[in-house]
């Protein structure tokens, strides 16, 4: 393939796209997520870059689909990247993977979750982090094997709602969760869907007073993360949990704004912050590292959102570039196709396989995905036990 | 002198509209401007009022140079304008229009005074009060323009065409107020088509053509002009 | 004038805004080719009427025929259409196109082809005077010549009646005196015009009929001489004394 | 001989030479982009521009354009050559029901009642995940063949996107210089007027409203069947209307080559802006709300025209305007 | 739980209808059509933040500093720009106005990034509890913008500037003549419109965060408001902004709330198809 081997043009710099909504309405984790790609590309230049070729990141904005669509064909024909790394929003992704996949270029999923951007089958399309249905799953799977228990009920005598932000990210979590929570047998007394740009929840937040859930499931945007907790709590709507998935209830600012009123609630996310003893030797030197780093830099505590792209960059960066045969699609596909890193070697404690799941070759199956839990203003890492550093505590919900 | 233009010359773009127009109005006096259409009286008018963008020349009002007065403070001094086609609030009310009129602060202490005048004048105005002046009749439209230009208190009052549409008893009616302006000491400056009643109250005229003067004169000797029998009167 | 069929007839129309009758009652017939005034003071509903002619209002009451078909409720472009045309008092020029191009529409109404179109409108300028300006923009006309303009778009559309709408306000005793020969001109040609005028001098010499419209009703309709001479017509409307003739 | 050929003949022939000579899939793509807004806005045009029915709406029929054919392609195996007809009738139709509905509103009242239009289409767009599959956005499977108008060589995209462009904007210049046109014209300078001359203005509107919205629903196929994968947010959003009314206005709305001109020269520049002003987000959005601000300001009648101050900016208004002032129409 | 319902709407459309005032005075009174004013309320909200962060200032004190400061930047901005807008086509207005938002917005990204940037406030989280809950910042907003909506009203219907702008709007070479400063007169108005976005800002701030697009959420609405309201209608826009927010309340609960702002564009339809000048407007008033 031509074109991607002209990714070695300068021959000192391997080029790479960074392709990230940086404007509109996406913009807060689109920058963030590429800020994390640019820290792990830093580090790994600092020393000595991919077999003593510098990294060099090519950055795009890709604030719609379309536009998407467009940056990622100027990256492989201009730019000749043989690598994008990406999108962060799950529509963007679908978009931008299909010219991916049509011109024969690597793309590396960091942190969109739709189930679909890997279930298409693509060869040229891979996913470092979880998907959609893992994140439900495990949303489903704490309730499972701690809510209930700890409430002292069975899991089949729950009664929850689905709260979703109708983009494919909330749609995509929300689906999953209904599956995995049917199959259990929890009561879904609601599902609702609502646009991530609104102002105003209380109508739904009504509706579940009176529906009286034990549990709420809700994935959001942050806007409405914020919105839902705050109104949530002036309107005395108290469940017993509020089980959320990632996007906006694992930002630092989601914590700033809501200060104590964000303690009790749970996160689905990659982890960000595991019990050290999960973590390989190797695993928490760069967790620390990065951690700090990032401090230094940024000002604020990394997010398993930033972890998510820290990963896949990690991933790619370490394993599969150095040990890929050639720079071009079929060199890094096959790099790819061979890592191998167990559970516990990744800063978050995640590991990296492809091929083992039916149907999504591209899907890393060792992605791991946890629950937090806001304490003292501070994300914790509650579940599961061996990832674990603090333990879960249902009382802290409202209870000031 | 009240108003003395000196080689006004006044342009819309590139097209040059009046050219070295000079005229004088005396203190109540009345002043016709006739001419053809097209000839450069509402142009000169405009001019006057400030509401020309480019042009050369000097205005004086009360021996005071006005050209760089905006048009706004010059009603304020007095110098009104009921300008051609009405040009009414349509969405105002009759009344609302009316006080639109006393909007300068010395019209204002007048207001109640002055809108008893304008009904009195005009008592249809008073039962279409609460209209929307541009629901209204045209003749209807300018007697509230007229009316509004009184409102004004005007020392100086320049009436673009105030008969144009409206009916013969009325147009006499209008032309009794003209005369009466002259007893209430407010100086007139009059663009009619209505040439011969024009010239019959007018104390004095000035004739446009293509934007020049071409004649002018006091009413009598104009009247018998021959350029005016030819050009107006000869029907 | 017995002998000429009827073309346009009026009955018992009336027409409220809100509860005031702005016309009520009236009854008008219209006869080919006749040249009717209509006079009235301002606010008599002489607008209204031609308003309702041609489709602009619906009539609240009363019947509207043309050629014995009830017209009271077809679109203004339908009453064009079937051959009446009128003019507005408050003109209405399509002010960022030419004098040409303005009156060009007029004529497309039967002449698809543009370029036929506008040399048929050409001499439409012509007819009203307005050769001088044939590519001037409508907007930078002086109100005569706009009125002009009127005229010359109404007669582009090949009427068989044009309703005039005081075209003679705002012109000079001259420009008016031109205006009077196009109006009889066209009317010696068979148009059936409808005038609309205070200007008591060209009205009553073109008009062979005038009807006197006074708040709604109507006052009085004859001859000319009929007119001038009604009591009730020199109080509401013309005045006494010998000024009337302005 | 050459010298016949109207002067604008020679961009396209320009154009046409550039997708032939371009082989880098970046140019190539940029051409695409900029043929298929020049097509939309042509169509926006013949509504937005020629009858000054402005519109910010149009992404609604562009949205329903795409839906409609990857709906019928997706679940129906509908060839989109056949779904695009049937998205540009549905559009139209939907077209002429909202012209009747709006006849009568005016200025910006009409423009926003085509946005409110827009947003129930987004929002039902979202909210019938059966059919649109809402948020998550459709994808088409990527199945090269001409039947499926879906093609390997991004050249041949550019050639069908050059024609449809050619054929929207022939058929713009033609609307423009007949009867139509004068028309269009007519209605938008004053409405009353032109009826008094025999035009119809619910046809007139009506009709241009259908043609519009039927091409601009074909280039909403066009796009779907380029990017593969449609969601509300790509076809159907507000930004998207707006997008296509700035490019035939910074282009010239009065003219048929005003909203080629505008696309040739937004574009690009946009994607150019887009990829290579980075290295501070925001950066591009900045330079195009200046741009826009711009010309808009100071070239209101489009970069089409020569160099000319904007009428208001002569104070027409102060200076006389219109004579006799507004009279409220009789309702 | 309609009750409460229904209380929760007034209480969010007594904030709509504050913003609705500004525009209102900007559309409906100088008939611009600005789709920046979303974004004037955005800079206030960060202007606020400023204040909050760098000097402790609470927001609803900051009120005193912000709308100065936001009457001050139209003023600016309408020597700059809008008075270019007076008597332009509407197309023109659009899409200066447009270009306006988007420069607001890619500044606003640009200085500040896209974080979301909230100030709590130990109010944030109270509530009333008087049979039905009334969250207290909503209750302060409402009050807020319900006393100064009144006070524009007040100032319109009594004094003769209000009479002189909507003069202006109508006719400006007539209302020269009448001797009123026309630019002085637009200057003041889109000055107060957009003094009014920053105390919509300062007063919004508790309830949401800051962040560069915060303002497209409320344009779209905001002109629906006005336009129920009738143009130019200080009343119209109270009862509008109130209509809206109990229809997004009433409908989210009993239907989807994906659905609830398909429920407001449909009843601006059918307002605009219905009765165009609105509840309040003049008749015939929206032809101009
Ligand atoms: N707004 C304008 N833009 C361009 N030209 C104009 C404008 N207003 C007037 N003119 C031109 O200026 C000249 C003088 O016009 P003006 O209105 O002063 O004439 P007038 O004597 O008042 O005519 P009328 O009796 O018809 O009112 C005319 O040739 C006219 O075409
Ligand atoms: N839309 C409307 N709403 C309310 N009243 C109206 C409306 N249109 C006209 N009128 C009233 O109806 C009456 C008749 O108006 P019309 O315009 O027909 O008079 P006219 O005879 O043409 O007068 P003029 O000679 O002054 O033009 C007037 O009193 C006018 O105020
Ligand atoms: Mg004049
Ligand atoms: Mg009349």
Not at chain 5, 233 to 248: K, L, R, T, W
């Amino acid at each position: 393939d031509e074109e991607a081997s002209a990714g070695e043009k300068d021959g000192d710099e391997i080029r790479i796209g960074a392709l990230f909504p940086l404007t509109g309405s996406l913009a807060l984790l689109g920058n963030e997520s590429y800020d994390g790609i640019k820290l792990v590309a830093d580090v790994v230049n600092e020393n000595g870059g991919i077999n003593g070729k510098q990294i060099s990141l090519v950055k795009a904005d890709a604030p719609d689909a379309t536009a998407a669509q467009s940056e990622a064909n100027r990256l492989i024909s201009q730019e000749k990247v043989p690598l994008i790394m990406g999108t962060y929003s799950s529509g963007l992704s679908i978009a931008a993977t299909q010219v991916a996949e049509r011109n024969g270029t690597i793309y590396v999923e960091s942190n969109a979750v739709s189930d679909e951007i890997t279930e298409r089958g693509f060869e040229n399309i891979f996913r470092v982090t979880e998907s959609a249905s893992m994140q439900g799953d495990a949303a489903v799977s704490f309730t499972n094997e701690y809510l209930a228990p700890d409430f002292g009920v069975k899991v089949d005598e729950l009664t929850a709602v689905i709260m979703h932000e109708e983009s494919s990210f909330g749609t995509a979590v929300a689906t999953s969760i209904e599956e995995k929570a049917e199959n259990l047998g929890i009561e879904l007394l609601s599902i609702d869907s609502y646009n991530s740009e609104t102002n105003d929840l209380s109508s739904t937040i009504h509706k579940y007073k009176e529906l009286k859930p034990d549990i709420v499931f809700a994935t959001s945007y942050i806007n409405d993360a914020i919105l839902f907790i705050q109104q949530s709590k002036q309107l005395n709507f108290k469940p017993k949990a509020i089980v959320t998935t990632s996007g906006g209830y694992a930002l630092s600012d989601f914590g700033e704004a809501l200060g104590e009123d964000s303690n009790g609630i749970y996160v689905a996310d990659a982890p960000s912050n595991p019990n050290e003893e999960a973590l390989t030797e190797e695993a928490i030197k760069l967790k620390e590292q990065f951690t700090e780093r990032w401090k230094e830099e940024h000002g604020t505590e990394l997010t398993g959102q930033t972890w998510r792209v820290i990963n896949a960059a990690l991933v790619m960066f370490t394993e599969v570039l150095p040990n890929a045969e050639s720079l071009d699609a079929d060199g890094i596909r096959n790099a790819l196709s061979q890592v191998d890193i167990p559970l516990g070697e990744l800063p978050n404690g995640s590991g990296v396989k492809f091929n083992e799941i039916d149907g999504q070759p591209g899907q890393n199956s060792r992605a791991e995905i946890v629950m937090m839990q806001w304490q003292n203003e501070d994300l914790n890492l509650v579940w599961p036990g061996d990832f674990a550093t603090e333990k879960a505590d249902n009382s802290l919900l409202f209870s000031k | 002198m009240m108003l003395k233009i000196k080689s006004l010359n006044a342009y819309y773009g590139d097209l040059q509209a009046i050219r070295d127009v000079s005229l004088e109005v005396g203190h109540g006096e009345i002043v016709a401007l006739l001419g053809v259409n097209a000839s450069g009286k509402s142009t000169t008018v405009r001019a006057i009022s400030g509401l020309i963008d480019r042009m050369e020349g000097e205005i004086y009002y009360n021996k005071e140079l006005i050209n760089d007065i905006p048009p706004n403070q010059r009603t304020e001094m007095g110098l009104i304008q009921v300008p051609e086609g009405r040009q009414l609030f349509p969405f105002l009310t009759v009344r609302e229009n009316l006080e639109m009129g006393a909007f300068t602060k010395e019209a204002r202490s007048k207001l109640n005074e002055n809108l008893e005048r304008v009904f009195a004048l005009f008592p249809e105005m008073k039962n279409k009060e609460k209209q929307l002046a541009g629901t209204m009749s045209g003749g209807e439209q300018q007697m509230c323009a007229i009316g509004r230009g009184l409102m004004s208190n005007p020392r100086l009052i320049m009436l673009d065409e105030p008969t144009l549409g409206l009916a013969p008893l009325i147009v006499k009616r209008i032309f009794g107020i003209i005369e009466e302006f002259r007893a209430m000491r407010i100086t007139v400056l009059l663009i009619e088509q209505n040439v011969k009643q024009s010239l019959k109250i007018a104390d004095r005229a000035y004739m446009l053509s293509n934007g020049k003067i071409i004649k002018e004169g006091s009413s009598s000797e104009l009247m018998n002009s021959d350029d005016v029998v030819q050009g107006y009167l000869g029907v | 004038m017995v002998s000429k069929s009827k073309l346009l007839e009026i009955n018992n129309l009336g027409k409220s805004f809100g509860g005031n009758w702005a016309i009520k009652g009236v009854d008008i017939t219209v006869r080919k080719g006749e040249l009717l005034g209509i006079i009235g003071p301002n606010g008599a509903g002489k607008t209204t009427l031609f308003n309702m002619v041609t489709g602009f209002l619906k009539p609240t009451e009363g019947i509207i025929r043309f050629k014995d078909k009830d017209i009271a409720n077809l679109k203004p472009h339908n009453i064009c259409n079937i051959g009446i045309a009128r003019t507005f008092q408050i003109v209405k020029p399509f002010g960022n196109l030419s004098v040409l191009e303005n009156v060009t529409i007029g004529v497309l109404r039967y002449e698809r082809d543009v370029n036929k179109a506008k040399e048929i409108a050409r001499e439409k300028v012509k007819l009203v005077g307005l050769e001088k300006y044939m590519d001037t923009t409508a907007s930078s006309l002086p109100l005569g010549h706009r009125k002009r303009l009127e005229m010359a778009r109404a007669l582009a559309t090949d009427p068989e009646v044009i309703m005039l709408d005081e075209v003679m306000g705002g012109l000079n005793d001259d420009e008016t005196a031109e205006m009077m020969n196009l109006v009889k001109t066209l009317h010696n040609k068979g148009l059936t015009i409808l005038l609309i005028e205070h200007n008591m001098h060209a009205l009553m010499s073109l008009s062979e009929r005038v009807v006197v419209l006074c708040y709604g009703k109507k006052l009085a309709d004859g001859t000319t001489d009929e007119i001038s001479s009604n009591q009730e017509v020199i109080e509401a409307y013309l005045g006494s004394d010998d000024d009337a003739e302005n | 001989m050459l010298n016949k050929i109207p002067k604008f003949t020679w961009v396209f022939v320009g154009l046409f030479l550039l997708t032939i000579i371009f082989q880098e899939r970046f140019f190539l793509d940029m051409l695409v982009m900029t043929f298929i807004w020049a097509a939309i806005a042509s169509a926006w045009n013949i509504t937005g521009g020629y009858a000054g029915q402005f519109s910010l709406g149009h992404a609604g029929f562009l949205g329903l354009g795409a839906y409609t054919s990857t709906i019928l392609y997706v679940n129906f195996g509908i060839s989109p050559w056949v779904g695009m007809l049937i998205g540009g009738i549905i559009a139209a139709a939907l077209a002429y029901v909202i012209s009747i509905l709006c006849l009568r509103l005016k200025g910006p009242f009409f423009t926003l009642a085509t946005i409110a239009f827009a947003e129930l289409i987004f929002i039902s767009a979202t909210q019938l995940r059966g059919v649109t599959q809402g948020s998550m956005g459709m994808s088409i499977p990527y199945e090269p063949g001409f039947a499926n108008m879906i093609f390997v060589e991004t050249k041949t995209y550019a050639i069908i996107m050059f024609i449809f462009m050619i054929i929207v904007y022939l058929l713009s210049s033609y609307i423009k210089r007949s009867k139509m046109g004068f028309y269009l014209t007519a209605v938008k300078e004053d409405p009353d007027a032109a009826q008094s001359l025999g035009i119809n203005i619910k046809k007139i509107k009506s009709t241009s409203a259908c043609i519009s919205a039927f091409f601009t629903a074909i280039g909403g196929t066009l796009l779907a069947n380029y990017l593969l994968f449609i969601e509300p947010e790509n076809v159907l959003e507000l930004q998207i209307s707006i997008h296509i009314a700035m490019i035939a206005i910074v282009g010239g709305m009065n003219s048929p080559a005003g909203p080629i001109i505008g696309s040739i020269l937004l574009t690009p520049l946009e994607i150019i802006l887009r990829g290579y002003a980075t290295q501070v987000a925001g950066l591009h959005l900045m330079f195009f709300g200046l741009i826009l601000i711009l010309v808009v300001l100071y070239k209101p009648n489009g970069l089409v025209e020569g160099f000319k101050m904007p009428k208001f900016m002569k104070k027409k208004a102060l200076t006389g305007g219109d004579p006799d002032g507004k009279q409220i129409k009789a309702s | 739980m309609i009750l409460q319902l229904i209380a929760g709407g007034i209480l969010i459309g007594g904030v709509y209808a504050l913003m609705a005032v500004g525009l209102t005075l900007i559309f409906g009174v100088m008939r611009i059509v600005n789709f920046a004013h979303g974004e004037f309320v955005m800079v206030g909200m960060y202007l606020t933040f400023i204040l909050y962060a760098s000097l402790g200032i609470d927001p609803y004190l900051s009120v005193l500093i912000v709308t100065p400061f936001m009457f001050l930047l139209g003023w600016m901005l309408n020597g700059l720009l809008i008075k270019r807008l007076i008597g332009a086509p509407h197309v023109t207005q659009i899409f200066v106005t447009v270009g306006l938002s988007m420069l607001l917005m890619s500044l606003a990204l640009i200085i500040f990034g896209a974080d979301y940037l909230s100030v709590r406030s130990p109010l944030t989280t109270q509530v009333l509890d008087v049979g039905v809950l009334l969250g207290v910042p909503q209750v302060i907003a409402f009050i807020i913008s319900m006393m100064v909506s009144v006070i524009i009203y007040l100032f319109l219907k009594k004094t003769f500037i209000g009479k002189a702008i909507r003069a202006t709007t109508q006719n400006r070479s007539s209302a020269t003549l009448m001797g009123v400063d026309v630019k002085k007169i637009y200057a003041l108005t889109f000055a107060i419109g957009t003094g009014l976005t920053g105390l919509c800002a300062a007063i919004l701030l508790p309830i949401y965060p800051a962040y560069p697009t915060i303002g497209l959420g409320f344009v779209l609405m905001t002109f629906v408001v006005v336009v129920m309201g009738g143009l130019g209608s200080i009343p119209g826009a109270m009862i509008g902004g109130i209509i809206i927010g109990v229809i997004e309340t009433v409908s989210a609960f009993y239907f989807d709330p994906g659905w609830k702002e398909a429920f407001y564009f449909v009843i601006f339809i059918l307002i605009l198809l219905i009765r165009p000048q609105g509840f309040f407007g003049q008749i015939g008033a929206e032809e101009l």
